[in-house]
Structure formats: C-alpha cells, structure tokens
C-alpha cells in the first residue's frame, strides 16, 4: 500500500528510527574487525526510510531490505505500523480524499 509523509519537511520519526536503531544495535556483540560498523548499519538503514519518504523504495521493499539485515528486537513493520497510528504517514488514498 503507496504510503506518503503526512508533514514532509518533519524528521522526527528518522530522528526516532536512529535512536531505535541505535539501541538495539548497541545489545548486539560488536565487530572487532569494524567497530563503527553499527553506526553505518544506523545510516543504511535510515536512508532506505529515506528513499522510502521520497517515493524510491516502496514500504514492501523497506520492509524485505530491514528483514535482510535482521536487527534482534527491532520489526521495521511495527515500527511502520507505529508511525502510522501516530499520523507520521498516511494511505496515498486517504490523502487524495482529503
């Protein structure tokens, strides 16, 4: 389903998927090899919102990308669904109808 931010020039909900992201990352064993790995992990992830925001990547493909990388504790879908029921995004529909 075509979602579109309800107030585009608003970050709030990228600043909230950071920290999310951040968090969760943080309980996760850390690759001695490449430790600033999380951070660019955090970056990946919030340009795929991103890409999502700005129409280039659907929320199905968001979703299959977040499940790739599998984040314990963190659901990209949840998370949708959350910034959904806060009015973050609504249906390409229901805006057209408003």
């Known amino acids: ?11 709030s909900h990228i600043e ?7 968090d969760h990352l ?9 430790p600033g790995c999380r951070s660019a992990q ?5 340009d795929v919102v991103r890409a999502m925001d700005r129409g280039f990547v659907s929320p199905e493909l968001a979703a299959r990308l977040y499940a790739d990388v599998r984040i314990d504790g963190f659901c990209f879908d ?3 669904d ?14 057209l109808a408003a």
């Open 26 to 34: 943080r309980r996760t064993p850390i690759n001695p090899w490449n």
């Open 1 to 11: 389903m075509p979602l579109r931010l309800h107030n585009p020039t608003n970050d």
């Open 16 to 22: 909230d998927l950071e920290a999310r992201l951040a």
């Open 78 to 80: 949840r998370w949708l």
């Open 82 to 95: 959350e910034m959904r029921d806060e009015g973050v995004y609504v249906d390409v529909t229901q805006r």
């Open 42 to 46: 955090v970056r990946a992830l919030t």
